[in-house]
């Protein structure tokens, strides 16, 4: 089994900063892409950056700039540095890993979800 915990989500007034993390643990061979995804109440959940194991990121548009998604291979672990953090940022935002639990079997996980709130 694979588990993955986040945490780092809180409250915070707008152009502040937040860090969340994602821990990645279990038994498992290795983790691929992994990404973080946001849901706002009432919208569907959306992709907010990703990572893949060599370190290439990508992030959607309305976070570029201030956001930072970066990975520890070693501590199996994802953050997601958030600055001049919104209003319309607030959501549950959501870790997610594509993990090889062995060498035939491949699957996909997610977290629990951090709330995060942004304050006007």
């Known amino acids: 089994q694979v588990q993955l915990v986040e945490s780092g989500g809180g409250l915070v007034q707008a152009g502040g900063s937040l860090r969340l993390s994602c821990a990645a643990s279990?038994?498992?061979?290795?983790?691929?892409?992994m990404g973080w995804y946001r849901q706002a109440p009432g919208k569907q959940r959306e992709l907010v950056a990703t990572?893949?194991?060599?370190?290439?990121?990508d992030y959607a548009d309305s976070v570029k700039g201030r956001f930072t998604i970066s990975r520890d291979n070693a501590k199996n672990t994802m953050y997601l540095q958030m600055n001049s953090l919104k209003p319309e940022d607030t959501a549950v935002y959501y870790c997610?890993?594509?993990?090889?639990?062995?060498?035939?079997?491949?699957?996909?996980?997610w977290g629990q979800g951090t709330q995060v709130t942004v304050s006007s």
């Open positions: 279990g038994t498992f061979f290795s983790i691929n892409a």
């Open positions: 990572i893949t194991s060599g370190g290439s990121t």
């Open positions: 997610n890993a594509a993990v090889w639990v062995n060498s035939r079997f491949f699957d996909n996980y």
